[in-house]
């Protein structure tokens, strides 16, 4: 599987962005597909995740009610809508996908194929 991600950008804050996630190879397998994102000197950070088949979603309590994730199952592209942003809402956001079905789709290790990234500036 091969994920591209885009749509990041600079933002003041209260803005919003949409990033997008495109998969290709052999998106069939996906269990879940997740954003995670990383700020300068932290660990990588859950951000959101959602069930391909069914579309559960499960979100940080830090973006819960200003995210949405969402994805076309036509397109194989899963979106990060984030609205009211924050300067703590900069970083590197990824996206990723699990293919063994994961119990802890929340955890980095749930997941075997990695995005390139994406910069997300929130200016205060």
């Known amino acids: 599987v091969q994920l591209q991600a885009y749509g990041g950008g600079l933002v003041q804050a209260g803005g919003a962005l949409r990033l997008s996630c495109a998969a290709s190879?052999?998106?069939?397998?996906?269990?879940?597909m997740g954003w995670f994102r990383q700020a300068p000197g932290k660990e990588r950070e859950f951000v959101a995740t959602i069930r391909w088949s069914g579309g559960s979603t499960y979100y940080a309590d830090s973006v819960k009610g200003r995210f949405t994730i969402s994805r076309d199952n036509a397109k194989n592209t899963v979106y990060l809508q984030m609205n009211s942003l924050k300067p703590e809402d900069t970083a590197i956001y990824y996206c990723?996908?699990?293919?063994?079905?994961?119990?802890?789709?929340?955890?980095?290790?749930?997941?075997?194929?990695w995005g390139q990234g994406t910069q997300v500036t929130v200016s205060s």
């Open positions: 190879g052999r998106t069939l397998n996906m269990y879940h």
């Open positions: 990723a996908a699990d293919i063994t079905g994961s119990w802890y789709p929340k955890l980095p290790e749930a997941y075997e194929y």
